[in-house]
């Protein structure tokens, strides 16, 4: 271990931390995206550690360029006052935050800030600039790579139960914006709007949610209650915590509501609900339970295009258009026996870009094989359920085929 000591005074409070914490003699203290709440949990700390250090070498690009900067403002005799300043950005991100928001996504830090955040909100202020960090970086992720977005947070929430309710709240906000800016076209205000509802529409239930997601037992009627006032909830807590949109906040009181219908009879706010509950529909088929295995990407895509009353529904339809039959992170077989995980949209909803991961025998290819699904001999025949690829794809080498 290579151990720098930190002045407490540029711990950040009440964000998440940028690297591991740990103590003067290597213990861990708390884990990269610990949210420290306030000073008294601060010397806590530094009681059992006597000291607060980090770990060069395991704390990463995001540590060194924090350090750099920090370093610069102490040489230069910058005040505590301005330090802390340092670590908000004028969007409310901190420094990992603003580090995150000029590169590629971390998934896993990502699951971690939602699941925080969303599981044990901050109070007001504090919540409205965290949230609208995360909601940003993720805006700009749907508009700057929408597939690796798509292929991410899909292939996530297949196999998540720890952190189902934050990895299904980013998922569901995701192809909510990419929907509505790709094939609506809705103005960008409109878009980051659904964005940020679909991002908090769950926001009273996610202990529950994330409860429910390792629960074998049927449901309590407590549990029932709870999910059927949540809606409600939601909105009253989002009240709360600064929320004053009366768009956004109608959006989260009937996201559950189910409401058939063509869209152009809604208000704006329904228009945004219902894309949300379809998006809902979609993310909570596709993601496993203690109970029950995943459903394949083409079941869960039937349950969103079908609406109550078995028509087909208009803002289902816009989802499955947009994000395809076979979206990125599905798997799916080839005319060729293969079986492949799509990558990219591709030119209509039935012909992506996939790369083959199990070959015609069932054994793993190795390094994923692109293929392209509009060529006959590559055809996809269906799709193949999570549980049956019978092999461990690192998230990281999929995105670099996108």
Request: charged share 20%; glycine share 6%.
């Amino acid at each position: 271990m290579n151990l720098v000591a930190l002045n407490i005074d540029t711990i950040p409070l009440g964000q998440p931390l940028p690297f591991v914490l740990r103590g003067a003699s290597g213990v861990l203290l708390a884990q990269r995206g610990y949210v420290i709440r306030n000073r008294d949990e601060l010397n806590l700390m530094v009681a059992r550690g006597l000291s607060l250090c980090v770990d060069t070498a395991e704390s990463g690009d995001s540590h060194r360029a924090y350090l750099a900067q920090l370093q610069k403002m102490l040489l230069t005799d910058t005040s505590l006052g301005q330090i802390a300043a340092m670590k908000i950005s004028a969007g409310g991100a901190s420094g990992r935050e603003r580090v995150a928001a000029n590169g590629p996504p971390d998934w896993p830090e990502l699951q971690l800030r939602a699941t925080q955040l969303l599981r044990s909100p901050p109070p007001a202020a504090e919540f409205g600039e965290r949230f609208d960090a995360l909601h940003g970086e993720l805006a700009r992720h749907c508009s700057a790579t929408p597939d690796a977005t798509l292929l991410a947070l899909i292939y996530l929430s297949g196999q998540e139960t720890q952190q189902y309710s934050g990895t299904h709240a980013m998922l569901v906000a995701c192809a909510c914006m990419i929907v509505t800016a790709e094939h609506l076209r809705w103005p960008q205000s409109r878009v980051l709007r659904i964005g940020r509802a679909a991002l908090s529409m769950n926001i009273a239930m996610t202990t529950l949610q994330d409860q429910l997601a390792v629960q074998t037992q049927p449901l309590t009627a407590q549990q029932l209650a709870e999910i059927e006032s949540h809606s409600a909830r939601s909105e009253a807590l989002l009240r709360q915590l600064g929320v004053g949109d009366p768009v956004w906040l109608e959006a989260v009181r009937c996201h559950h509501q189910r409401a058939p219908g063509p869209m152009s009879a809604k208000s704006e706010a329904q228009q945004m609900a219902r894309l949300i509950q379809r998006a809902d529909i979609f993310a909570a088929r596709l993601a496993p339970r203690a109970s029950r295995a995943p459903m394949p990407v083409t079941a869960a895509m039937q349950a969103t295009y079908y609406d109550e009353a078995h028509q087909v529904d208009e803002a289902g339809s816009a989802l499955v258009k947009a994000l395809g039959v076979y979206p990125p992170g599905a798997f799916v077989r080839l005319a060729t026996q293969e079986v492949a995980v799509v990558l990219r949209r591709g030119a209509s909803a039935t012909t992506p870009r996939v790369a083959v991961v199990l070959n015609r025998s069932g054994m793993p290819t190795g390094e994923p094989i692109p293929r392209d699904t509009a060529q006959p001999a590559w055809k996809i025949t269906g799709a193949v359920a999570l549980r049956d690829v019978r092999v461990q794809l690192p998230l990281s080498r999929m995105l670099a085929l996108v």
